[in-house]
């Protein structure tokens, strides 16, 4: 959420669906040894990447060519990272950019899913997420659990399925800061990680489970995410427990 400063619109923040769109070039450079290049667009559906979630992948059509995106650069705007050897369109160049529907459909029913295991592990055992990272369509997250009872991990599963079974509405919204942090849930997860110049924070609420400040993209509902398997769970040291999960369906 640092990213006040970027002169990109962020198009997925609002519109998690939207695939294709037009814009227009602010900055683009090719890139050379010791200076990394970058297109600068004026607005932009491409997830940059943060809280886990990978940076989107596509194109940007112009001219008569393409120019493929392979990820992201953060520094004092958000530059897109074109294709080795691929055209580079020169400042003031209107493009179509599109995102690689199928590698962001499964982040983001692996990011949902994510959310779905935090809060289902957080209100039938109490653990706190310390730390978490994912793939299209496999994912890990870390808690705090001192203790790891019998049959967690089928427990957990079967949990999660049917929160994902009961087909829960997922909303976004934005709230000033005051609001945000007045609810109970967002306290546990992220006050300490929104830095406090954030005046307003994006909350995704899968309704009656899980509410977390975050900037991710998400399904619309529970049951878009398929099913869960929770395949490990593994000890990583005092209170630290590793679970590993796959989506599927
Ligand atoms: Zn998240």
Known sequence: MADTQWRTHRL???DQTLREWDAVVLASGAGSPGEPG????DRSAFYPGGGGQPPDHGVLLWGGVQTRIEGVRKGD????????GDPVPPPGTTVRGAVEDERRAALMRTHSGLHVL??????DFGALVTGGNMEPMTAR????LPAVPDGFRQAVEGACNAEL???RRIDVRVLPREEAFALPDIIRTATNLVPPEVKDVRIVDIVGLDQQADGGTHVAS???VGRIQVVKVENKGKGFRR??????G
């Open 12 to 14: 997925e923040l609002d």
């Open 77 to 84: 705007d958000l530059y897109l990272i074109p294709a080795d």
């Open 118 to 123: 935090c809060g289902v592990v957080f209100r």
């Open 141 to 144: 997250m870390d808690f705090n």
């Open 222 to 224: 529970t049951r878009q």
């Open 38 to 41: 970058g297109i600068v667009l």
């Open 243 to 248: 679970l590993r999960i796959q989506i599927s």
């Open 165 to 167: 079974a009961a087909d």
